[in-house]
């Protein structure tokens, strides 16, 4: 799949909108202390976490660099080609792409030392990646304009108040955007994504922007997710998630890469990621953690993590991966 990707993409990886947070390392050696991470998450969830882990292993020094899926592997690809990988880490939510790595024998084999405290959604565990949380999704309301929330995932695609109103992150620039098509085209089937689309459901190019323009108003309603639409709550946005009984649950896996420059202290952050301490960050930025011994915030309305699990729509992730690229070519034709 690398290759396949850097095929079409070569031309534009050098102008990938991936938001590096430290020192720039391309181009020069990186020191033998310097971290460099590749993820999906956003500020407001990792931030807090590389500054726990930057306080108990001082001279640490760590570069995160965020952006979608879809360009996280498109900049992976390009680096394999060169021969140079730079990332030590990877933590996004797509989670076929893990599965894809694994089978490429790009991954790590790391159990990390506290894994039997944890909450484990892969029945084929061997410790290539693990989950960092159980990411959920939800129907983002705007709250001005929606009086009384949806009870149901159908109301979306029928009821005339979210006519030409409802966003969905796109699924090839978005891991959870990805999984969240997947699970729902597994629990109602394609009929359910095309009636989302006669009733004017529209794609939007991100799981942020979508999020954002729900909150702006200049969308009623959008599928989100949790720790993104916490954010904008907090920021006092009009808005509040709703969680129809069929759960959109979505692990966001983290792994540490087989050739990963800085491989031992790669270790360090994955277990400190998987602490109770950053476990009580994930859960604090509005998303569900793999720990029962965190507090969960009453404000987010959030399932519990053991609920996240048990709840979630049930799905086969290798199978996924050999669906993938057909599904984001069918939702792409479809909300074209």
Not at 80 to 95: F, P
Not at 187 to 206: C, V
Not at 290 to 311: F, G, H, Q
Request: aromatic share 8%; charged share 20%; hydrophobic share 40%.
């Amino acid at each position: 799949m690398f290759r396949k990707i850097f095929a079409v993409l070569m031309l534009s990886v050098l102008a990938l909108g991936i938001a590096g947070c430290g020192e720039d390392n391309s181009g020069a050696k990186k020191s033998a202390n310097k971290l460099v991470i590749y993820t999906s998450m956003k500020e407001s969830l990792i931030g807090g976490i590389i500054e726990g882990f930057k306080k108990q292993n001082p001279g640490v020094e760590i570069d995160y660099q965020s952006a979608g899926a879809g360009k996280i592997m498109a900049k992976l690809a390009a680096e394999r080609q060169s021969g140079h990988l730079l990332a030590d880490i990877i933590w996004t939510s797509e989670v076929p792409d893990f599965y894809e790595m694994k089978a490429e024998g790009l991954l790590e084999q790391y159990q990390p030392t506290n894994f039997n405290e944890l909450l484990n959604p892969f029945d084929d565990y061997d410790g290539s990646f693990t989950a960092a949380r159980l990411g959920t999704l939800g129907i983002v309301i705007n709250t001005e304009k929606v009086a009384t929330p949806p009870t149901s995932w159908e109301e979306i695609a029928t009821a005339p108040l979210y006519k030409d109103a409802f966003g969905i992150a796109d699924p090839a620039l978005s891991g959870t955007a990805f999984m969240s098509v997947a699970l729902l085209e597994k629990q109602f089937g394609w009929s359910y994504l095309e009636r989302l689309r006669e009733n004017g459901a529209i794609k939007s190019k991100g799981s942020g922007r979508v999020v954002d323009d729900t909150a702006t108003g200049e969308l009623t309603a959008c599928l989100g997710v949790d720790y993104i639409t916490a954010a904008k709550i907090d920021k006092g946005s009009p808005l509040k998630m709703v969680y129809p009984p069929e759960l959109l649950m979505v692990p966001s896996p983290v792994a540490i890469f087989k050739d990963a420059p800085n491989k031992e202290t790669a270790k360090k952050f994955v277990d400190y990621l998987l602490s109770q301490e950053a476990q009580q960050m994930v859960a604090n930025a509005g998303t569900v953690p793999v720990r029962i011994d965190v507090t969960m915030p009453e404000k987010y309305n959030l399932p519990a993590p053991e609920v996240a699990l048990l709840s979630g729509i049930k799905i086969n992730y290798t199978d996924v991966m050999t669906q993938k690229e057909s599904i984001v070519q069918r939702f792409s034709d479809l909300f074209k």
